[in-house]
């Protein structure tokens, strides 16, 4: 198997994942500016990270290659049960982090360029990434906290 990843990326949570369970997964670093990278020719949408099954099979995006690496290794801590509250709850956790937080928050804080080529208010957008990637963790967490009676 490979995981294609890309240093400072959204695959930095796959890529610690397969090193804390000590995977037997090749890691390829690739660039997300090549057009000739070889995870461009696995992921039509050109993101990692990518997981390259030895059968062929690719899985993109970290909310499926999270539990798919867990499930590898048994019994990890660093996952829950299927079927438990608890992994209920972290795939809740994973849902969020990759909807809200990571596509709301840190595409405005770091690609500014996306919402407006205006450099002068960049940092104007930078600005109200982070303001929204807070209030989103505390919502978050509240939520969390809530469901655990706490």
Same mark, same amino acid.
């Given at each position: 198997m490979r995981l294609l990843v $890309?240093? /400072?990326?959204?695959?930095?949570?796959?890529?610690?994942?397969?090193? *804390?369970?000590?995977?037997p997964i090749e890691i390829v670093c690739v660039s997300l500016t090549d057009p000739q990278a070889p995870?461009?020719?696995?992921?039509?949408?050109?993101?990692?990270? $990518?997981?390259a099954?030895?059968?062929g099979t690719v899985v993109t995006e $970290? $909310?499926? &290659?999270?539990p798919l690496l867990a499930d590898l290794?048994? /019994?990890?801590?660093?996952?829950?049960?299927?079927?438990?509250? *608890?992994?209920?709850? &972290?795939q809740s956790w994973l849902g969020y982090l990759n909807a809200e937080v990571h596509a709301g928050c840190f595409r405005a804080i770091n690609r500014?360029?996306?919402f407006c080529s205006n450099e002068t208010v960049w940092p104007q957008i930078r600005e109200q990434g982070k303001r929204?990637?807070?209030?989103?963790? *505390?919502?978050?967490?509240?939520?969390?906290?809530?469901l655990a009676g706490g």
């Open positions: $890309t240093p /400072g990326a959204c695959s930095f949570a796959s890529h610690v994942v397969v090193r *804390e369970l000590d995977l995870h461009r020719r696995l992921n039509p949408l050109g993101r990692v990270p $990518t997981l099954l030895n059968d $970290t $909310t499926a &290659i999270l290794r048994p /019994g990890t801590p660093l996952f829950a049960p299927a079927g438990s509250l *608890e992994c209920a709850q &972290i500014p360029q996306r929204r990637l807070l209030s989103a963790l *505390e919502r978050q967490l509240q939520q969390t906290l809530m």
